[in-house]
């Protein structure tokens, strides 16, 4: 069992930036963000292969966030620019197990999940 540890999230200004970072116990498959706000479902944001030559992103952070991810250290990141208040939201970091299947963006795709950090973006 891979166990995911977020951190990085915090309360920021509209327009400033956040980097998150996820640390897992072990190897991964691929990886992948996702976010909640109060009173709506679990929604995708990225996601990144295992080798990191494929990225991933919803509509609404392209061009404004970026994921990454060092093998070597089990670490994915996931770098906010230009944040809006409606980015507001428990992020959570996510992991597929060897037995992943479904749609790569739905949190049933994922086997392992962090614990989440919250992000808070004043206007």
């Known amino acids: 069992q891979v166990q995911l540890v977020e951190s990085g999230g915090g309360l920021v200004q509209a327009g400033g930036s956040l980097r998150l970072s996820c640390a897992a116990s072990?190897?991964?498959?691929?990886m992948a963000w996702f976010r909640q706000a109060p009173g709506k479902e679990r929604e995708f944001v990225a996601r990144i292969s295992w080798t990191g030559g494929s990225t991933y992103y919803a509509d609404s952070v392209k061009g404004r966030f970026t994921i990454s991810r060092e093998n070597a250290r089990n670490t994915v990141y996931l770098q906010m620019n230009s944040l809006k208040p409606e980015d507001t939201a428990v992020y959570y970091c996510?992991?597929?197990?060897?037995?992943?299947?479904?749609?790569?963006?739905?949190?049933?795709?994922?086997?392992?999940w962090g614990q989440g950090t919250q992000v808070t973006v004043s206007s």
């Open positions: 072990g190897p991964t498959f691929a």
């Open positions: 996510a992991g597929e197990g060897p037995n992943y299947s479904g749609n790569q963006y739905q949190p049933r795709r994922y086997e392992y």
